[in-house]
């Protein structure tokens, strides 16, 4: 695989220091774009070539490429966050190369090299470093690497031509309430994903058909959707966008338990979901992945042992799970308050994040 170098193209015109200040001090979350993008090309017997960092603008696509009619991409999302000292370092960029190798495995396209996605990533941050937020609030870089087919075709294969982009946004809070609870509709009859299907690739397909199960989950009232198995509707697989986390037992009276479901090959394998595995041990729990059924959730939380819920992802963090909907009933989380082993898990999570906590597992790419 060849590993190419970037040029470096700078926008001649950026947006002004003021403009820029506005945004940041409410940047939502993909709502704004910074300066510039990196792209990469693919072809056929070339390989990767012509990697560029230019200014941020409209790709300009032929009516006839591939990836709009038979949806042939892949993304990733992580973030940068500004550090006590000023400086920037991303988290664990490696692992979502790695993942967007595995993406591009399962749809048919040429993986990048690990070390050209983080390289794309850093020559991003580090030209547009004045966007990544001030050290001491939530709000970070959030960087969106992707790649779609770029042949011009209507043939069903493979494409023969590649294009790899990264784009970054300033993201505050996923969730407009921030650590507010969300509610969580567990739809019974729309599926995710299959055995053997794409679930646990990042491809825009897997969000586009959540989003009917999505918008009915809304229409219930709930901010997510949570998806069952797709063989026997009784397995809790992920959110709409996020994986979640079962919590057994308190910090203050028993040894805490978290539990997310296992990765079946139907859901997404996140970075999040990972890093707190890790980190709940850090932290003197116990943590494990294991299949849970609805039934269980329901019953697990009626009986007490089951204390909290959360959902996990690089856009949301660590967002606690309020009121559940189900076709079998309705039912709360830690009486609709956020929990406080899902608290003590964000705060150690960001506090490696931000650089306010040693980073013991070598986490932090620092740029
Ligand atoms: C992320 O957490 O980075 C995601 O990709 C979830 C969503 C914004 C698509």
Not at 37 to 57: C, F, K, N, S
Not at 78 to 87: E, Q, T
Not at 172 to 195: C, H, L, M, Q, T
Not at 289 to 301: C, F, K, L, M, P
């Amino acid at each position: 695989m060849t590993t190419p170098t970037i040029e470096l193209k700078p926008s001649s015109s950026p947006l002004s220091a003021a403009e820029r200040e506005a945004i940041l001090a409410n940047p939502g979350f993909g709502r704004y774009f910074t300066d510039h993008m990196v792209t990469i090309r693919w072809t056929e017997g070339r390989g990767w070539h012509d990697a560029q960092l230019v200014p941020y603008g409209p790709l300009s696509l032929d009516p006839a490429t591939n990836v709009l009619h038979y949806a042939q991409e892949i993304f990733e999302g992580l973030k940068a966050y500004r550090r006590p000292d000023g400086s920037v370092a991303t988290f664990r960029p490696d692992a979502n190369a790695r993942r967007f190798q595995r993406s591009a495995h399962r749809l048919g396209m040429p993986e990048l090299p690990v070390e050209t996605f983080i390289e794309a990533c850093d020559v991003l941050v580090r030209q547009d470093e004045a966007w990544v937020p001030e050290h001491g609030g939530e709000s970070s870089l959030y960087l969106r690497p992707f790649m779609i087919a770029t042949e011009v075709g209507l043939g069903v294969r493979p494409a023969n031509e590649y294009l790899f982009v990264v784009i970054a946004s300033p993201a505050g809070a996923y969730f407009p309430g921030g650590v507010k609870p969300v509610s969580i509709w567990a739809s019974e009859d729309r599926v995710r994903a299959v055995p053997g299907g794409v679930g646990d690739a990042k491809t825009g397909g897997n969000y586009a058909a959540s989003l009917l199960a999505q918008a009915e989950a809304a229409a219930k009232g709930c901010d997510q959707v949570c998806y069952l198995d797709a063989v026997e509707h009784k397995w809790v697989e992920e959110l709409g966008g996020m994986n979640l986390y079962f919590v057994y037992g308190a910090v203050s009276n028993e040894k805490p338990k978290i539990v997310t479901p296992t990765l079946t090959g139907s859901l997404l394998a996140g970075v999040t979901r990972d890093s707190l595995l890790q980190v709940a041990k850090d932290l003197g729990y116990e943590s494990e992945e294991a299949r849970v059924s609805i039934d269980q959730w329901q019953a697990d939380t009626e009986n007490g042992t089951l204390t909290e819920v959360f959902a996990c992802g690089t856009a949301a963090v660590i967002t606690p799970v309020g009121t559940v909907k189900s076709a079998r009933g309705e039912w709360q989380q830690s009486g609709g308050e956020p929990g406080e082993v899902t608290l003590k898990l964000r705060e150690a999570l960001l506090a490696v994040q931000t650089g306010r906590a040693e980073d013991t597992h070598g986490w932090m790419h620092k740029l």
